[in-house]
């Protein structure tokens, strides 16, 4: 049964960058889209990003110039780096699995835990 | 960017009753719509795919249905463990969103 374990630093200061690690277990990381979704406290989730085995990737348009998710499939390892950061960007940070069926990709089956992230000096 | 917009924002029922949770699209998505059941502190749990595709191990009693910009998540007798948060999201183009969340809680 496949797992994600989120990881990283829970306290960044503004403007610095946030790095956070999503590890994959008990399965294989290619022929998967993975994902970064966010969800500020007391509010709604929001897609980041997404990548496939391959390295392809998207961004979500309003954090583009921000985002970087890179993957490397030697560590069943994916990774996400967002710079500048402000208060606005605490939140819970999840990654996830998009569901693969033999009539596509569908919404995210697997989720990390998550791991909260504070922007505060 | 398509706004999904969800309703009630919160919905109160009894244990045992129906809950009909509502979800609006500002553009067609098609099918391409999920819903995710969140408790409080814990992740999103995929319920629904393809907008009425039960996800592996989800009980019957969860169904959803709906094409283009309207869907609907019904709960046809709702049990203790099914008092939480709803989201929808739409995955038929980028960025994919979510809607705000319906809470349902005790009556």
């Known amino acids: 049964q496949v797992q994600l374990q989120e990881s990283g630093p829970g306290l960044v200061e503004p403007s610095e960058t946030l790095s956070l690690t999503c590890t994959v277990s008990?399965?294989?990381?290619?022929?998967?889209?993975w994902s970064w979704i966010r969800q500020p406290p007391g509010k709604g989730l929001e897609w980041l990003a997404y990548?496939?085995?391959?390295?392809?990737?998207n961004y979500t348009p309003s954090l583009k110039s921000r985002l970087t998710t890179s993957i490397d499939t030697s560590k069943n390892q994916i990774s996400l780096k967002l710079s500048s950061v402000t208060a606005a960007d605490t939140a819970v940070y999840f990654c996830a699995r998009r569901l693969l069926t033999p009539s596509g990709f569908h919404g995210l089956d697997v989720w990390g835990q998550g791991t909260t992230v504070t922007v505060s000096s | 960017e398509i706004v999904m917009t969800q309703s009630p924002a919160t919905l109160s029922v009894s244990p045992g009753e129906r809950a009909t949770l509502s979800c609006r699209a500002s553009?067609?998505?098609?099918?391409?719509l999920a819903w995710y059941q969140q408790k409080s502190g814990q992740a999103p749990r995929l319920l629904i795919y393809?907008?009425?595709t039960r996800a592996t191990g989800i009980p019957a009693r969860f169904r959803g249905s709906g094409s283009g910009t309207e869907f609907t998540l019904t709960i046809s007798s709702l049990q203790s463990e099914d008092f939480a948060v709803y989201h929808c999201?739409?995955?038929?183009?980028?960025?994919?969103?979510f809607g705000g969340g319906t809470k349902v809680e005790i009556k």
């Open positions: 393809g907008a009425s």
């Open positions: 008990g399965g294989s990381i290619t022929s998967h889209y």
């Open positions: 999201q739409q995955y038929n183009s980028w960025p994919f969103t």
């Open positions: 990548i496939y085995y391959s390295g392809s990737t």
């Open positions: 553009q067609s998505v098609s099918t391409n």
